[in-house]
């Protein structure tokens, strides 16, 4: 069976070992004791300041911050996988170091090793925007195959199927979210920016429009069924839905953003794809 909590211990002890050697170097701690001198105060500042400033001014910010995930979270895949690759390459060049090189025990090498692989596999991450949603279809496929073979195959059949099990759900889940992933982060970065616009818009300029109704809007700010919960309690979220224009109302408007978002990403991820390939036909 594969030994799950040995697998963290080796992640854990492989990222600590970095971040130690890397804060151990010179140049990096007098960089850090710098960058801390200088950020740290002056996040305090900037936060300070916020806290006096009109609750208007904090909407607004997140307004916008709204309006920028709904119509260009497509735009953060690359970075978000070069991120996650980063940090792949340096965990799992630091744990194959333990296992074939237990005797490397200088920091140097260590940083040395464990950033050249960071790099190159951030890069090579970020190069490709199916990367990131193949791998977490690899990690879904090892929890949902792991829980497969434990409660429907252990009674029945030896241990070494379990990795068969993992096997089969980690090709089959990686293969769907190589092909849908890209949508659903479309989809969910619409949907949470539809979600900060109309919320942020009821706030900002709705309430204040309507006076005294203005505090019927509540009644959907508030609104936050469970999710889980959601097939037992529909009849009540269904009552509460269509109990209000002013539940209803914002509702609407939500899903109507979360589609037009939705479709903006695809054909700006669309437009993109296109001007890359004329950019290579231009180069050859």
């Not at 193949?134 to 241990?159: C, H, M, R, S």
Request: hydrophobic share 55%.
């Amino acid at each position: 069976m594969p030994d799950v909590s040995a697998a963290n211990e080796y992640v854990v002890g492989a990222y600590e070992k970095f971040s130690t050697c890397l804060s151990s170097l010179d140049p990096v701690s007098q960089a850090l004791d710098a960058a801390n001198s200088v950020v740290v105060p002056a996040v305090q500042q900037a936060s300070d300041a916020m806290q006096t400033l009109p609750a208007q001014v904090g909407n607004a910010g997140v307004l916008l911050l709204g309006l920028i995930i709904l119509f260009y979270a497509y735009k953060l895949v690359r970075p978000l996988n070069f991120v996650a690759g980063a940090w792949l390459g340096v965990t799992f060049s630091l744990i194959l170091m333990t296992i074939f090189a237990p005797y490397v025990t200088a920091c140097v090498p260590i940083v040395v090793v464990g950033t050249a692989c960071g790099l190159l596999l951030g890069v090579l991450a970020a190069m490709s925007r199916i990367s990131m949603f193949l791998l977490l279809g690899v990690v879904a496929g090892e929890i949902v195959g792991d829980l497969v073979y434990k409660a429907f195959l252990a009674p029945f059949t030896p241990p070494y199927v379990a990795y068969a099990s993992i096997g089969f759900f980690c090709v089959v889940l990686a293969a769907t979210f190589a092909h849908l992933g890209d949508f659903s982060w479309r989809l969910g970065g619409a949907f949470l920016g539809a979600y900060l616009v109309v919320v942020n818009t009821i706030k900002l300029v709705l309430m204040p429009a309507l006076g005294d109704d203005g505090h019927k809007f509540l009644a959907f700010l508030s609104f936050k069924p469970d999710v889980t919960r959601a097939i037992d309690d529909a009849a009540e979220i269904s009552e509460t839905v269509s109990s209000s224009p002013f539940v209803y109302g914002p509702i609407a408007a939500l899903l109507l953003l979360t589609v037009l978002g939705t479709w903006a990403q695809g054909r700006g991820l669309r437009q993109a794809t296109v001007d890359a390939d004329m950019q290579r036909l231009v180069r050859k």
